[in-house]
């Protein structure tokens, strides 16, 4: 998957990065590489929890079944 990413230097020279489409989905590093390595993480657990919540919605209901799918 692909995702647009914003960066941004705070005050204290950190850079920031946030993904717009995971709402809260935001990291930082002490560098740009790092923040991208960073965001990487942070958008891989996003999508996960977001994904352990709609599990947790299934789970309860009857004549269903999940499989898990790589993209």
């Not at 993904?19 to 390595?37: F, T």
């Amino acid at each position: 998957m692909i995702f647009h990413v914003m960066l941004e230097e705070a005050e204290d020279g950190w850079i920031v990065v946030e993904c717009p489409a995971l709402p809260g989905c935001v990291s930082q590093g002490r560098d740009e590489k790092e923040a991208l390595e960073n965001i990487k993480e942070a958008i891989t657990a996003w999508l996960w929890a977001e994904d352990m919540k709609a599990v947790s919605l299934f789970s309860n209901q009857e004549n269903r079944s999940s499989i898990l799918v790589a993209v």
